[in-house]
Nanobody, 116 residues
Framework: QVQLVESGGGLVQAGGSLRLSCTAS????????MAWFRQAPGKEREFVAS????????FYADSLKGRFTISRDNARSTMYLQMNSLEPEDTAVYYC?????????WGQGTQVTVSS
């Protein structure tokens, strides 16, 4: 059974950077479309970015273009989210998702807190 595990969250000051990781179990990571979502307190979960199986195609939420970068390393079965110029509004639990596994497989989430 495939599992997704996020890591790399934490507390950072506004203007700082963090890199999140999402590691998948199993040996078929390269076949998965992958995405990042986030959920801020009191808000609905929202799309952040997605990446194709090869990593050659990426999509971003319009509001995050230029600050966040999604990438993947299929040899390590890991997807990344590099977040720069963080703002307090980026405070949320960040989740990775493999949308084409069953009805969609989610990780457990990692907390990102940006202080002003």
């Amino acid at each position: 059974q495939v599992q997704l595990v996020e890591s790399g969250g934490g507390l950072v000051q506004a203007g700082g950077s963090l890199r999140l990781s999402c590691t998948a179990s199993g040996r078929t990571f390269r076949t998965y479309l992958m995405a990042w979502f986030r959920q801020a307190p009191g808000k609905e979960r929202e799309f952040v970015a997605s990446i194709s199986r090869s990593g050659g195609t990426t999509f971003y939420a319009d509001s995050l273009k230029g600050r966040f970068t999604i990438s993947r390393d299929n040899a390590r079965s890991t997807m990344y989210l590099q977040m720069n110029s963080l703002e307090p509004e980026d405070t949320a639990v960040y989740y990775c998702k493999a949308p084409n596994i069953g009805v969609g497989l989610w990780g457990q989430g990692t907390q990102v807190t940006v202080s002003s």
